[in-house]
């Protein structure tokens, strides 16, 4: 059973940069696709990264491309994601998953393991 945690959260200012990352244990996601979702309170998850089961390929969503940029370390057991020129729509709770197949996975629904998130604030 893979568990997922979340960390780097914080408050900062518009035009800042962090960094989460999704730290697997009780097991390794080495050859799972792992994504990153945010969630406002009352609205649906929606997908903003996502990265395959060896890093050769990576998706965005149209709001964050340009700006965030996922990766892996397998040995590690870690998946960042690093988020620069952040603006307050980029507030939310942020959440990694993990799904055992091996591609991207662009829906909450077919990611099997997740994080607890972790909250994102960015103020003007």
């Known amino acids: 059973q893979v568990h997922l945690s979340e960390s780097g959260g914080g408050s900062v200012q518009a035009g800042d940069s962090l960094r989460l990352v999704c730290t697997a244990s009780?097991?390794?996601?080495?050859?799972?696709?792992v994504g990153w979702f945010r969630q406002l309170p009352g609205k649906e998850r929606e997908f903003v990264a996502g990265?395959?089961?060896?890093?050769?390929?990576?998706k965005y969503s149209d709001s964050v491309k340009g700006r965030f940029t996922i990766s892996r370390d397998d040995a590690k057991n870690t998946v960042d994601l690093q988020m620069n020129s952040l603006t307050p729509e980029d507030t939310a709770v942020y959440y990694c998953?993990?799904?055992?197949?091996?591609?991207?996975?662009?829906?909450?629904?077919?990611?099997?393991?997740w994080g607890q998130g972790t909250q994102v604030t960015v103020s003007s």
């Open positions: 998953a993990a799904a055992d197949s091996f591609e991207v996975l662009l829906r909450p629904g077919s990611y099997d393991y």
């Open positions: 009780g097991g390794t996601f080495r050859s799972f696709p």
């Open positions: 990265i395959n089961w060896n890093g050769g390929n990576t």
